[in-house]
């Protein structure tokens, strides 16, 4: 039998090497930097259709990997090509990439303005769309189909309602009621948008309105920038009445004179894209929120990124 | 199958009954009460056994045996872990005895003597997938901090998992920690952490046993899909006053029990508080104190209470009233002052978090008769959380003030009302029957915003979002038999009916339970069993990082219960005297009704309140097979566990509706446990854990798209596909040396530990980051080096 001061030698070296290696580890402290694979490239394209349409807007990227420096990469020789059975209605290339407005420049990165002769106009029957993006992908054809047209009626009421938040200021409201069809049998999405246009100072249209009250069928969704409407696929779910105000001006305006005209736009969407809404709402929901679950965007391009997105709208001018 | 078992089950229980009143020879019983002689703390778990018979039982939860035999006279042996074994002789030959005993402890743990007889050795025991590590032998095991923790002990057994470095949350056979139902003194605990995990609520040195089940459950278990862990508080001392205290760097704590009145009626109180404030607060004041207009003063603390009153009210009944108290209060003030060319600024801003659990259970035992033995229990459980935070903005400018506000203050919680009938009903040596009912009246609050703005409008805001408090009524019914079918085979059939009653929707479960127990060979038993579970509470978290911030939510109108069903098989052998035992178990669990946030869901991520928009739910599996070698006893003992699992989810709402790999799913998970007395001053532990790295979803691919209607392409960071990397793996030695001042009898002892010996970096989580030039690196983020401590422990 070994005397206690040889049989705890080796216990004590061990320690001791143990020790050693712990302190010599230290300096690291608790952070270290992990390989991570490399990115296998995907193409992501993105493009939204509508009859009424006068540009479509798409765009043709790589995908970059989390640790990339530069992100993705646009790809400018692409060419895309929009069908609707034998027709050819939109086709884009390296000549109609644009560079964003300026004061989206900061977060954003060029896209494809494809301008059209003339207004979009649609026939019944699914929608193709191809894109070429060789060598670095393969061809990619698209098929998406035409949604109903929706059915909308609206009442317009001027002036409907007023809030007076003190100190001298009441906020006038118009009131728009919108009444829209559940479909028997069939899952009903709408995106609704109420938008104004300052005729004297510009053509463009600006979203405005709120909803009246909270209303379980109608959710905002940054999205599409939008209200979407949803039954939820059950034919107990009416989808009339739904109520919306439009800020109409305060009372040191002369609020007769206003040189404003307003417009309603409903769409209805394909299932993929009330998918992609959702899943882009939910991403802009989570962004910096260190709480959030991971987010991922669901699109439509078969093994790669983004979407094809088909609506068929409705605009309905309000006088 | 449901049905097939439920039929079983009844058949089989009705047999039982025949069996019973159709005996033919008389048959009497003894009965009785272990307790340590020395403290008359009743044991659970002390084995009776009657080597003519070949039969035997164990003590309850209460310290209470019931063995009947036909009329003869047995000679017993009693028998319990760390104490000396008794033998007697008893004549049943004419009418029942009821005999206490008392039994010696050992001088030592190790030392002692038996406690691998019969009854109580692995193979004997019907109940498979249950596993317990004695007190002593816990809190000779290397500890952060210096600090034992029970709930990290327990993560080292087999099949049973740590949620990540340093926490204490439980993730069993695949399960969530909301899956497990961890009573103290049979009253459900809904938070058991300190901290933010790093700590359980359970004082080493408050309780007297605990014990895990990851499967086979028997009936009067339910509420829970994936463990039950029973943990029990020292009753007090009947005979003499003693304390236990401890100091180390984190906490001191502090344990009196003794005598109210002798031999008839004890008490247990258990104090200990951290004081990481008092150490740290006087460094960040000095840190902070060049700067006169700037001030702040964080404040941390946790401390638990623990009391328990034992009363003897008469032979045949007893009085338990246990209390437990623990709270976690962080905070932090701040205020800063400013002045420049005649305006001048005050902020102040406090931030505080804090939560609290309360359990208060009234417990009344009475022996119904020599065969019969009732508990009636009366319990109360409440959990809240809060966290607020007020921002007050002074600015005075030429003799104007402008005043503004912000307050938020967050809210959630539970609170159960519940009472318990549990009967224990042993006819004869063949069976032991065990049947009871349970109500519990739980009232959620699942978390509400109070905010209050004030920018010197009119009407400042003041308002709260969120929804109002939820109740809903469980109830339970379940009877079990643990049958003797020959001296070789043993089965529990037993069946749990659960009902809950919620927002006008009742749930309804019939929960068959199969155990069986083959001693096909001398020595070795194969174990099998079967057991259905439902579960009626969910505890809103996200994956993979538990917080105080998670919600307690019931099941609804909306929200399925979860639901499980789990069979598991193995071998069980013991040698050396029963010194060693060695297990292999195989499982397959299926499970449904998973709850979990939608993508892009979390803490304050809806503030309307309307947590149900927030959740999904979906499915799930485990299987897996677990190995233990352990030896309880001896100068040296310990065990290795090792684990092969796999756990994965699929959720229609989740990673496009494929399955995933669950984010605790570990394929290998290791480890080692050596506690050794080296001479009669010194005594080493040592533990070495291995895992798999944790399942992680990483931001993977950036790529532009179009904006619907806006003219911008911005760029999308998206995730890979879920839990589809893998950290690092998980390794750490952790070791301790104890030395017994001489001449204390043990009384007082330091205890030298080191926590992660060789320093390895156990991520806890990864982050993708930019760097000054623009490049990105992914970072893995540890938290604890090694960390050496010190800890005094003293018994008087």
Known sequence: ?319 | MRSTFLCFSILWLSSASLSFWGQSVPQFTLSGYITDAATGETLIGATVWSEDASVGVVSNLYGFYTLTLPAKTYNLQVAYIGYERQRLEVDLSGENVKFNLAMVPGTKLGEAVVTGENESRIEEQVQMSKMEIPIDQIKSLPAIGGEVDLLKSLQLLPGVQSGGEGTSGLYVRGGSPDQNLMLLDGVPLYSVSHLFGFFSVFNADAVKNMAITKGGFPARFGGRLSSVLEINMKDGNMREYHGDGNISIIASKLTVEGPIVKDKASFMLSARRTYLDLLLNPIIRSATSNDPDFSTNPAYFFYDLNGKLNWKVGPKDRLYLSAFSGMDDFGVTSSNRDADQGRSIKEDLSFGLDWQNQIQALRWNHEVGPRMFSNVSLTHSVYNFNTGVDLSTEIIENGDTNATRFASLYQSGIEDHSAKVDVDFAPNARHFIRFGANITRHTFSPGALQLALDFGQENPLDTLIGQGNLSSTERYLYAEDELRLGPNVSLNVGSHLSLLSVQDTTYASVQPRLALNWKFAEGWAFKASYAEMTQFVNLLTNEGLSLPTDLWLPSTQNIRPQQSWQVAAGLATSFGNGDVECSVEGYYKEMDGLLSYREGGGFLADLDGNWESQVTQGIGNSYGMEVLFQKKRGSTAGWIGYTLSWSNRQFDDLNSGEWFPFTYDRRHDVSVVLTQDINEMWSASAAWVYGTGRAVTLTESIYNGVEFGALAAPSYEVPSERNAYRMSPYHRLDVSMTRVKPDTDGNRALIFSLYNAYNNLNPFFALAEEEPDGSRVIREYGLFPVIPSIAWRFHF
């Open chain 1, 1 to 319: 039998m070994p005397s206690p001061r040889l049989r705890h030698t080796p216990l004590g070296i061990l320690a001791l090497f143990v020790m050693c290696m712990s302190c010599q580890k230290l300096e690291s402290g608790v952070v270290r930097e992990i390989e991570f694979p490399e990115h296998d490239p995907r193409l992501a394209v993105t493009m939204f259709v509508s009859p009424g349409d006068t540009a479509l807007y798409a765009s043709v990227y790589q995908s970059a990997g989390v640790l990339s420096v530069g992100g993705s990469t646009p790809l400018r020789d692409a060419t895309l090509s929009l069908r609707q059975g034998e027709v050819v209605l939109a086709q884009g290339d390296s000549a109609h990439w644009v560079e964003a407005d300026p004061w989206n420049a900061w977060y954003s990165g060029p896209f494809m303005k494809i301008p059209l002769p003339n207004a979009l106009v649609l026939e019944e029957g699914p929608l193709s769309l191809e894109v070429d993006a060789s060598p670095h992908f393969e061809p990619l054809s698209l098929v998406q189909p035409l949604p109903e047209r929706p059915v909308v009626e609206s009442t317009f009421e001027a002036f409907a309602d007023s809030v007076d938040e003190g100190w001298g200021y009441v906020f006038y409201y118009h009131r728009l009621t919108v009444d829209l069809e559940n479909r028997p049998s069939e899952r009903d999405d709408y995106l609704i948008q109420l938008q104004f246009r300052d005729t004297l100072t510009g053509k463009d249209w600006y979203n405005a309105g709120d909803l009246s009250y909270p209303d379980p069928r109608v959710d905002y969704n940054s999205g599409c920038a939008c209200w979407l409407a949803q039954d939820n696929g059950s034919d107990n779910v009416s989808m009339a009445n739904l109520v919306f105000d439009m800020y109409a001006g305060e009372e040191d305006e002369d609020i007769t004179e206003w040189s404003g005209e307003y417009r309603l736009v409903v769409q209805r969407p394909t299932e993929d894209l009330v998918r992609y809404f959702d899943s882009v709402h939910a991403y802009e929901n989570a962004s910096g929120n260190p709480f959030a679950e991971p987010t991922s965007i669901q699109g439509n391009i078969p093994d790669g990124f983004g979407v094809f997105g088909v609506t068929n709208k409705v605009v309905v001018t309000i006088p």
